[in-house]
């Protein structure tokens, strides 16, 4: 009984977690690009514009992209663990 209302529980953390992602944190993070960018621009300083939207980059590919890149199946989770094994077997 316990194992049943502990996937349940996990099924409902995991849906809480991706609401909060898509929801609040995604939105969150693309008006604080916007804003810096526009006082970048503002300023006319380009190469701050140009790298913080090098970084924004990187950021947005972690909030929206992390599961996907470092979750349980994720391909640099799998990279890691393969590269762990032959390390290990030499």
């Known amino acids: 009984m316990t194992g049943i209302l502990g996937l349940v529980n996990a099924v409902a953390l995991q849906a809480l977690s991706?609401?909060?992602i898509t929801?609040?944190?995604g939105p969150l993070v693309i008006f604080g690009i916007a804003a810096f960018a526009l006082f970048f621009l503002k300023d006319?300083?380009?190469m701050k514009v140009i790298s913080f939207a090098?970084?924004?980059a990187v950021v947005a590919l972690?909030?929206?992209g992390g599961a996907a890149l470092f979750g349980e199946n994720g391909s640099l989770t799998k990279t890691a663990q393969s590269v762990a094994k032959q390390v290990d077997s030499n």
Do not use: D
Request: proline share 0%; hydrophobic share 60%; glycine share 6%.
């Open 18 to 20: 991706n609401t909060i």
């Open 23 to 25: 929801q609040w944190i």
């Open 62 to 64: 972690l909030v929206y």
């Open 44 to 46: 006319r300083a380009w």
């Open 54 to 56: 090098g970084i924004a």
